[in-house]
Nanobody, 123 residues
Framework: VQLQASGGGLVQAGGSLRLSCAAS????????MAWFRQPPGKEREFVAS????????YYEDSVKGRFTISRDNAKNTVYLQMNMLKSEDTAVYFC?????????????????WGQGTRVTVSS
């Protein structure tokens, strides 16, 4: 599975961005998908995940109410809508895919990774 993330950029605090992650395979609907991020000088951390059907989502506490993960299985794409952005959201954002259906927040639980897209929020 190859994943291609896009949509990052420079935005002012309070603004919005929408990240996309396109998968190269037709089995996209069989994978649990997630977004992680790596702030400058820090470890990669879980942001959000979405089940195979899109019916179940899970968020890290600091992004709840601001970020929304969604997917379009017909387009093999997962999205991360980010609103009310804060300077602490500055990071490289990665999409990831997991073969199993159970939700996990650990990096090691994900089998495939995209290359990352940089988000910079200016205060």
């Amino acid at each position: 599975v190859q994943l291609q993330a896009s949509g990052g950029g420079l935005v002012q605090a309070g603004g919005s961005l929408r990240l996309s992650c396109a998968a190269s395979v037709g089995t996209f609907s069989r994978h649990t998908m997630a977004w992680f991020r790596q702030p400058p000088g820090k470890e990669r951390e879980f942001v959000a995940s979405i089940s195979r059907s899109g019916g179940t989502t899970y968020y890290e506490d600091s992004v709840k109410g601001r970020f929304t993960i969604s997917r379009d299985n017909a387009k093999n794409t997962v999205y991360l809508q980010m609103n009310m952005l804060k300077s602490e959201d500055t990071a490289v954002y990665f999409c990831a895919a997991r073969d199993l259906s159970t939700t996990r927040t650990q990096r090691s639980a994900y089998d495939y990774w995209g290359q990352g897209t940089r988000v910079t929020v200016s205060s």
